[in-house]
């Protein structure tokens, strides 16, 4: 009997610090990132990862993987839908081919302002926006700034939608993209962001539009001369979850997650700001024309058409959008 006790307590000598261990064993999960270490975005990602970890006393890393490493927008979404990569940060219009109403976001001169924006995310809407992810694999964390979107080109000064037309505009592979273009009288032409450059460069393509870091950041300013600070749109980015990563999480930590991707908004934000300024600031030293469009009721006018032919959903959001004060 005393060598059975002998044994039993040598085996929990053995076991109770094994158990301990694998208990202290954090949890780690990964964020896929496009833009590289530094951008505005990623480094509101690393806020997030660090309230996360503060919060959880260490239990919970988030590894946030800057630059594409873990594969272009289109197949991190697709990984994440399946758990095989557990957090991204993306462009809001792939996963409005999910849930269509997300397309409201990417209306044209939807928004009065930046303030207006946000008091929408971070309201009902944007949390309701969040929520509608989850039947289809995703889990709705928080959103970022992505800035406001403007043309630039190569040929002139363009102050009004009419003095676009005949140009051909580099756009993103989306139909309210080709529609906006198209409203404006001028050639919208799809291209890969990668060719931007040179496409500018030897006139395949008049002009692009973007928001001041990219047209910084991507060296266009160097090829394409004019800015009109024409803020067709605003669209934010986006955290989300994988639902089945995220599902083996206590609900606590859930809510722990989803609370520090909303407190990462204002750091985000202000560095998004910094960002922005720093990047007028050297386009206008390089030379860059700056066309600042005060009044854009011309511009709203001329894009009208593309609200009626939105589905009710969309336009039915965009009247709620457009009532928040």
Not at 4 to 30: E, G, Y
Not at 128 to 142: N, R, V
Not at 250 to 268: E, G, P, V
Request: proline fraction near 6%; charged fraction near 25%.
């Amino acid at each position: 009997m005393k060598r059975f006790i002998k044994v039993a307590f040598f085996m929990l000598l053995i076991l109770v610090p094994a158990m301990l261990f694998a208990q202290a064993k954090p949890i780690v999960l990964r964020l896929a990132e496009t833009h590289p270490k530094g951008y505005p975005t990623e480094m509101g990602d690393e806020e997030f990862a660090r309230l996360v970890n503060v919060r959880s006393n260490g239990r919970i890393i988030i590894e946030v993987y800057p630059g594409s490493q873990l594969g272009e927008e289109k197949a991190v979404i697709e990984q994440v839908q399946f758990g095989a990569i557990d957090l991204t940060r993306v462009s809001i219009s792939p996963l409005a081919s999910f849930v269509p109403k997300l397309n409201a976001f990417q209306m044209p001169y939807l928004y009065r302002d930046a303030d207006h924006m946000w008091k929408v995310l971070k309201g009902d809407i944007g949390k309701e926006l969040l929520a509608s992810l989850e039947p289809f694999g995703f889990i709705g964390l928080g959103w970022f700034d992505g800035g406001a979107r403007s043309f630039y080109n190569s040929k002139k000064a363009v102050r009004t939608p009419s003095d676009l037309k005949g140009m051909k505009i580099r756009v993103q592979e989306s139909e309210l993209m080709l529609d906006l273009v198209r409203s404006f009288g001028a050639v919208p032409t799809p291209m890969p962001y990668g060719e931007v450059y040179s496409g500018l460069q030897t006139g395949v393509i008049d002009g692009a539009e973007n928001n001041p870091p990219s047209y910084y950041s991507a060296s266009h300013y160097e090829v394409a001369k004019f800015y009109t600070l024409d803020e067709h749109t605003m669209v934010p980015e986006i955290i989300v979850g994988s639902k089945i990563s995220l599902g083996r999480l206590s609900k606590a930590d859930q809510d722990l997650i989803k609370q520090a991707a909303f407190d990462a908004i204002d750091y985000q934000r202000t560095q998004w700001n910094a960002y922005v300024k720093l990047s007028m600031d050297k386009v206008t030293a390089a030379g860059c024309t700056i066309i600042p469009i005060p009044d854009k009721t011309e511009w709203m006018k001329t894009v009208e058409p593309m609200y009626k032919k939105q589905p009710k959903e969309v336009q039915d959001l965009v009247a709620r959008i457009r009532a928040v004060k």
